[in-house]
Every structure is written in C-alpha cells, then in structure tokens.
C-alpha cells in the first residue's frame, strides 16, 4: 500500500514539467519585486545632486560613527556572553536549558518596537530595576549604553543559535579523544572546537551585526533620537526622510552596500561549511 | 494545465490590482474621506469624524496621523489624500508650492507651547530649573513643527529678565532626545523617563497625560502661537465631500471639540 502511494507520487511528479513555466514566471516576478526597489535605490541615489555634500554632512557622519562604534562593542559583548552561553546550550541537556534555549529565540520574533517599550518597562528610570540602576547611579534611557543595550537585546539570538548549530555539529568523540591524548580542556577548546565550529560562528557573527546595525525600533523606544549620542544609521534616515531625502538616500545606500557585504560573507562561510562536511 | 495555471494567475493578479486602486467609487455609493493630519491632532479629530460621520451618511473617514512633515514628504512623493491638516504653515507651504492644493489653506485652529514635568518629580517647578545639570529635557525635532517652535522659544527665552543670557545654550545642554514626532515627546515624560518635555497645550488636554504631569507655562511673549491650516488636495476624488469636511471644521461644533482639546478657536473674519 505504501509503496504504491510512493509510485503514484514519484509519478504525479514527473509527469508535470507544466509547473515549470508558472514557477519560473513567478520566480523571475519575485526577483524583481526584491530586485527594483534595491536597483532604485542605487538610481535615485546616483541622480540625486550632492549626494556626497550629504554623505559628508555632520549629522551623516556622526550617526555613521555612532552605529559603528555601538554595533561593534554590541558584537564583542555578544561574543564574550553569547560563546559560553552557546557551549552550554550544545553540550548539556536539561528541562530548564530547553526552557532557555526557546526564551532566547524570543527577540527574534518580537516586534523591535515591543522590545523596545519592555526595555523601557524593565531598566527605564521608572522600570522595575530602575531604583536599583537608580541607586548606583545608572540611568539608561537616552544614553549611548541604551542603544548598545538595544543592539544587544536584538542581536545576541542570531549569534547564540547559530554558534550553538556550531558547537551541536562538532563530535563531542573528537573532543574526547583530543584529551586521553593529553590535549588540555581549554587547548582543545580553542585548537579543536572553535576552528570547526568557526563557520557557523563567524556566519552567526555577521547575521548578528547587520542585525545590531539595522536596529531602529527598540532604540527610537529606548535610547531616543539625538545627534552623535543615540541617532544610529536608521534613525538618521527616518529624520532625515523628513527634510532632506538626499541625507536619506546616503545613508540608505551605505547600509545597503554594508548588508550586501554581509550577504557576501554569508555566502562564504556557507560555501566553506558545505565543503568541509563533504 | 499550464494555462489553467497562467489563468489562475491572471486572476489573482487582477483580484490584486483590483483591490489596489482607489478608484471604486463609481459604482458603490459608499465614499472615503481620507485625511493625513499631524499627530497633535489625533483625538480632536476622531472625534470632529465621528460627528461628521453622523451627520453624512455612508460616509467613512480614514486618518493617517503623523509627523506633519512627515505628511507632507509622503503627498509629495504621491500618496493620496483628500485634505491635508498641518501643524504649521511650513509643512502646508510645500503642498501648496507644489501646486498639490485645490485653493488657499485656511487656519482652523491655533495652539501653543508648554512644558510638562512627571507629576512625582520634586525638584522641577519653573523655567529657571530647567538647566540645572543633569535635568532630561526631550523636544521634537527641528524637522518637526513642534521642534521648530520649540527652537524659536528656547532662543527667545534668553531674553527673559529673570533669566540669564546664557540660557538657551545651558537649556540646549539637557536635551537627551529630539523625538520625530510630538506625541514621542509627551510619551517620555508620561512615562517618567524625562524630567521634562516642550509639547503643545493641547497634549495636556488628554486625560492620561493631565494625571500624570504638571505644567510649566511659557509666558505669551516668549510662546509661539501655532497656527493649524488644512486644505483639499488637488488630486482628491471627493473634492465635494472634502468640502463640507472644511465647512464642519468652522462649524461651532467642530471648534467647540478643538477647544475642549485644548487648541484655540479660530477667530471668525
């Protein structure tokens, strides 16, 4: 019975090239609903006049830098509690770490705007542990710390799963066999682990910072909008959409290079990880 | 099976596109009045729509409210409305210099400027404290209507006998955050994350912010009054409807809601 269903399946299958056609029609209009508004971009951005006056207007550069410098010291942080935190998750198995691990993929699906107003509800002067950052002299909202706590809160998921997949594909055999040969723990853990693990971990890195670079909701909520101190890349365009679409155009471009530049490097380490499972 | 397929496709591509266009007037007597007003007028306006709602039968008022120069950006580059409510001339000056309004905007109502403080803070009580270090003031962006009067006070403040000619700059000093649009502003000093904020008078007007903040009045020489035009689009469908829409706004119950609001009635020429 199960393998005549099988033969009709296979059968239905390859008797209807005819889906071909449909998909590739509805394929080509896909690319081009992704690919116009990218290729508009780069057009309108080329046609505008003084684009450069615009990219090198102070409030361009200043929230360049700004977006640089929060999104790479969100990235270190990520690294230093996200690397151990992801072993923790590969290596041991417990209903509570279960728990964890499905709480951690919780900022990938939040609205950023939702994570933004439970930022404000948790370390907001009038949040549930702002008396106590109160007490020692910490206060978050409209710092720069509240926007590298934002980039963090949205960006760590996308570095810890994909580092945990890392770990999860190293044998814990090898590692074994690493140590009754006299190889310490931590040798074996930066000479072993970590180099074979490195694709998935560097793939997580880049995901991780295109999505700390991008991240517009939780700070607008959180961090407010001031010039050189909290105004990041996207929040520069939204105020500048308002008043001058040339600044906007600028640094639309800048991001979309930078996230092209990701994809790149994306596509590198698949490329290598594909290649060193063969 | 493939033209089934391509026929399908045909289909849903018009069912799509159908569904895409505005223009479904003609045979459904059932009309929209779509209207972008700026964000300050949020309330006022839904309830002057409710009452115009009742009054005109299958009629149905359909509000974007935002920044009013964020608007203004989105009628530029082509998106359709039939009025135009602006917070400030500035914002209606580029609809008009475009040639996207129907005839002369014309002011409904006017509003001004004060300064909110969280009802707990104890420290916060006149315009003088507002530049001690370490105070967290949020304004709108200069982008902003708001923002711009908003700038225009603080500069004429240092004229102030009771306060220093340095003042403006100190004041300049405690802004944490130039929020895009001026209900982000009076948000925050709801929620008693900033020390204070420059909103319009009819912000406070709204219950859940009168419980939760106290006002600070800027005196009528140093205030900006901010005058409210709204006019028809060019290229609105129902200019007729838009019309009366206009008329409602000058009735006496229109401008009685504004005025419960907290904006000013328009003086009647």
């Not at chain 1, 590198?268 to 063969?278: G, V």
């Not at chain 2, 509000?63 to 409510?85: E, K, M, P, R, V």
Request: charged fraction near 15%.
């Amino acid at each position: 019975m199960l393998r005549t269903f099988a033969r009709i399946k296979t059968e239905r299958r390859s008797s209807h090239p005819l889906w071909m056609p449909a998909g590739i029609s509805v394929t080509l209009l896909y690319v081009l609903f992704i690919g116009l508004p990218v290729v508009a971009i780069l057009v309108k951005a080329a046609q505008q006049k003084g684009l450069f006056a615009s990219l090198l207007s102070d409030t361009t550069i200043q929230a360049l830098q700004l977006s640089l410098v929060t999104s790479i010291i969100s990235i270190v942080i990520v690294v230093i509690i996200g690397t151990p935190f992801a072993l923790l998750l590969a290596r041991k198995d417990s209903l509570v770490l279960k728990f964890i691990d499905s709480l951690v993929e919780l900022p990938i699906i939040l609205p950023p705007i939702v994570a933004g107003v439970a930022m404000l509800m948790a370390f907001g002067r009038q949040g549930i542990l702002g008396p106590v950052l109160n007490s020692v002299g910490i206060t978050l909202p409209f710092t720069t710390g509240a926007v590298i706590c934002a980039q963090i809160f949205v960006a760590a998921p996308f570095y810890i799963r994909a580092a945990k997949l890392g770990f999860q594909s190293v044998s814990t055999d090898y590692e074994d066999v690493s140590q009754t040969l006299g190889v310490s723990p931590w040798q074996t853990f930066w000479k072993l682990t970590i180099p074979l693990a490195s694709p998935s971990i560097l793939s997580g890195l880049a995901l991780a910072w295109a999505r700390a670079i991008s991240e517009f909701g939780a700070t607008i909520m959180f961090a407010g909008n001031l010039t050189g101190k909290t105004q990041t890349m996207p929040l520069a365009i939204l105020t500048a959409m308002e008043s001058d679409i040339g600044a906007s155009l600028a640094l639309s471009v800048i991001l979309l290079l930078a996230s092209i530049v990701v994809l790149i490097i994306l596509g590198f380490f698949a490329n290598k990880s594909w290649r060193a499972n063969l | 099976m493939l033209i089934k397929i391509l026929l399908n496709l045909l289909v849903l591509i018009s069912l799509f596109s159908a569904s895409c266009s505005t223009n479904s007037q003609h045979d459904n007597p059932h009309q929209d009045l779509i209207i972008f007003a700026a964000a300050s007028l949020t309330d006022s306006f839904r309830e002057i729509a409710n009452e115009f709602e009742n009054i005109n039968d299958d009629v149905s008022v359909i509000f974007n409210f935002a920044g009013s120069q964020q608007l203004s950006t989105q009628l530029l580059h082509g998106a359709y409305a039939d009025i135009f409510a602006s917070a400030d001339w500035i914002q209606m000056d580029r609809i008009t210099q475009s040639d996207l309004s129907l005839s002369r905007p014309q002011n409904f109502a006017s509003n001004q400027l004060v300064i909110i403080v969280p009802s707990e803070n104890t420290s916060l009580f006149e315009l003088s404290e507002l530049v001690t270090p370490g105070t967290k003031v949020v304004v709108s962006h200069t982008n902003v209507p708001a923002g711009t009067y908003t700038n225009t006070i603080i500069q004429k403040l240092g004229q102030h006998p009771g306060l220093s000619e340095s003042y403006p700059d100190k004041l300049k000093q405690t802004i944490v955050s130039e929020e895009t649009n001026v209900r982000n502003v009076v948000q925050k000093v709801v929620l008693g994350e900033a020390d204070a904020g420059f909103v319009y008078l009819s912000d406070t007007a709204l219950p859940y912010v009168s419980e939760k903040v106290r006002i600070i009045n800027i005196p009528d020489q140093y205030n900006q009054i901010a005058n409210y035009p709204a006019t028809i689009l060019m290229e609105s469908e129902s200019k007729e409807l838009a019309k009366g829409f206009m008329e409602f706004l000058k009735s006496s119950k229109s401008q009685n809601i504004l005025e419960k609001y907290g904006f000013q009635k328009i003086q009647d020429p």
